[in-house]
């Protein structure tokens, strides 16, 4: 879930991104263009042949300067923005222009707060005509500025704001000749700056807020989903404890059928007829059966509960091998699979819980023979690598589906492709694991479809002080 939240974050923070800078552009563009309009607009107003009369210094009192600034004046009172309105001529040197006019020099010796700051200093200079303007760090200026209106890309950031700067080529009446003047407007815009910034807030509030919605409710949604979970687990856990309860009930009275049918088969209450003795032996091999599954249903929900009664006591593994061995040896004959066995000669007596040890092996060995066809092969190796017991058994089975090999451990859980051809119930992996895990031990293993499967099952091998 925080994945979720952390991609739609990233998305709405470019989006926001995304559309600020746009709308910055097409501000920037509009104003641009309108810039380019009054430049080119107010340029014709000039007559080249009248500036050609302003020089240096001494031109200020000349009628051809006031007429510049009174008229550079003019441009500026109509149009409020505009800051400062001047006039720049070529010279000899292409990285330096000259000032012929500007609006805020009708006399540039008269002292005047340019700034407005109170004081009247360097700041505040006015420029005179032929004072230079370097233009080197301007190449796209020098290049297209005395040819077409030209609007800086850059603004420009000083003490009295931002300003953007617009030029417009002087051409006069005579469009074909060469160009040497250029009318300069600095547009102040840093209200607009203020403006585009104002226009997006509520834009930038409304995607705060639905981020802020958005992060509440993925709280929410993971509060109950967290609440949820326990509800089931909860419920899952008194499921399982009276599964548990049931079948220690039924443990009981099954158990004493068995016996009862055993005592009768051993004659205890005196002779049985045949027909009596096979009635009496069917009893007693279904509640056998019963009885297996009873277990079986205690040990899940044991497992479950994560109470597994681990009695831990001196085993013999060769002998406890030999009698599980005694009982596969049959059902492998009666279905026509060959069973390959390869222990050591000699295992020391370890500490391990018999019932679950044998209930695990066991479990290996039936499946491998269940699902193996007539005609293939299981084979039982039983090796001891250090202080570890390893048993693999390996079958030319129908293997297990890859698709479902995860799931193969679970509670319940049976392959599609044995589901509806063999009988079972899902009960024997999952508590051979538990037990396998309550010992300190792993089980895993690797199969292919229609090839075979191979179980590997190891136990740590705890020794008594004796053996
Ligand atoms: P089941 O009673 O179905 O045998 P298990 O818990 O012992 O239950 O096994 C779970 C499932 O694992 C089986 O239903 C079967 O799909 C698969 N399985 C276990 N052992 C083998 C094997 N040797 N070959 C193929 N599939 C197996």
């Known amino acids: 879930m925080y994945a979720v939240l952390a991609v739609f974050l990233a998305l709405t923070s470019l989006t926001t991104y995304v559309l600020y800078t746009n709308t910055q552009a097409l501000f920037r563009w509009s104003l641009d263009e309108r810039l380019r309009a009054i430049a080119a607009v107010a340029a014709t107003t000039f007559d080249p042949a009248d500036l050609d009369r302003i020089h240096g210094p001494e031109s200020v ?3 051809a300067y006031r007429t510049a600034v009174l008229r ?16 720049l001529r070529q010279t000899a040197d292409p990285d330096t222009l000259a000032f012929v ?46 040819t077409t209106p030209f609007v800086d890309p850059n603004l420009v950031e000083d003490q009295w704001g931002t300003f953007l700067s617009g030029t417009a080529p002087i051409v006069g009446a005579n469009p074909n000749g ?16 203020r403006l585009t910034n104002l226009a ?19 709280v929410v949604l993971k509060r109950m989903w967290q609440s949820q979970v326990r509800l089931l687990a909860e419920i899952d856990r008194q499921k399982d404890e009276l599964l548990g309860m049931i079948a220690h009930q039924l443990a009981a009275p099954v158990t004493a059928v068995v016996w009862s049918t055993e005592a009768l088969l051993n004659g205890d209450d005196g002779p049985l007829t045949d027909a009596q003795r096979a009635s009496v032996g069917t009893i007693r091999s279904v509640a056998a059966q019963l009885g297996d599954l009873v277990t079986m249903i205690l040990d899940v929900s044991r ?17 406890l091998l030999r009698e599980v061995l005694e009982v596969i040896h049959v059902q492998a004959r009666e279905k026509g699979v060959r069973l390959t066995v390869s222990l050591p000669e000699a295992l020391s007596v370890a500490l391990l819980d018999r019932r679950y040890t044998r209930m695990a092996v066991e479990n290996l060995l039936t499946n491998a023979v269940k699902y193996t066809p007539a005609g293939g092969s299981v084979t039982l190796t039983v090796e001891r690598r250090g202080e570890v017991l390893r048993c693999t058994v390996r079958d030319t089975g129908c293997g297990i589906p890859a698709s479902e ?18 009988p079972g119930n899902g009960f024997g992996l999952y508590v051979a694991k538990g037990a396998v895990e309550a010992q300190g031990g792993r089980i895993w293993f690797e199969s292919m479809e229609g090839k075979g499967t191979t179980f590997f099952l190891e136990l ?7 053996s």
């Open 61 to 63: 009192p000349s009628n």
């Open 72 to 87: 550079l004046q003019h441009i500026r009172e109509r149009t409020p923005r505009v800051r400062y309105a001047y006039i």
């Open 101 to 146: 006019a500007d609006a805020d020099s009708l006399d540039p010796d008269r002292p005047v707060d340019l700034n407005g700051d109170g004081v009247i200093d360097d700041q505040d200079a006015l420029t005179r005509p032929g004072d230079p303007y370097d233009v080197s760090d301007f190449p796209e200026f020098r290049r297209d500025a005395f």
């Open 178 to 193: 060469s160009v040497r003047y250029v009318l300069g407007l600095d547009l102040d815009v840093t209200d607009f700056q």
């Open 200 to 218: 997006l807030l509520p834009f930038a509030l409304f995607v705060a807020f639905l981020l802020a919605t958005l992060t509440a409710l993925a």
């Open 303 to 319: 497992i479950q509960l994560g109470k597994v009664p681990i009695q831990d006591a001196p085993l013999a593994i060769l002998a």
């Open 405 to 422: 090999q995860g799931k193969i451990f679970g509670k319940l859980y049976r392959a599609s492709n044995v589901r509806n051809t063999q």
């Open 460 to 466: 740590p091998l705890r020794f008594t002080l004796s």
